[in-house]
């Protein structure tokens, strides 16, 4: 859940790779890579997600330590 709407922005983004790794970003930055099982399942709640910022939430997830609100802005 987006309780200070920070997910209105979206700051995350995500690039499929050949070998399908799955690179995600925030504000541009890479954060994660993901390759395996792992790259699969997010792919599937990606494709699942009824919209954007159901997107941002799978990412800001995914991250870590972005749900907690201690990312910094550069």
Do not use: C, W
Not at 18 to 38: A, D, P, T
Not at 60 to 71: H, Q, W
């Amino acid at each position: 859940m987006d309780k200070r709407n920070r997910l209105d922005e979206n700051p995350f983004s995500y690039q499929l790779n050949k070998n399908e790794s799955v690179f995600i970003y925030h504000q541009g930055r890479q954060v994660k890579i993901l390759k395996g099982k792992e790259a699969k399942k997010f792919i599937d709640h990606i494709n699942n997600a009824h919209d954007e910022k159901a997107e941002q939430l799978i990412m800001a997830k995914i991250t870590g330590n972005f749900k907690r609100g201690n990312e910094r802005n550069h």
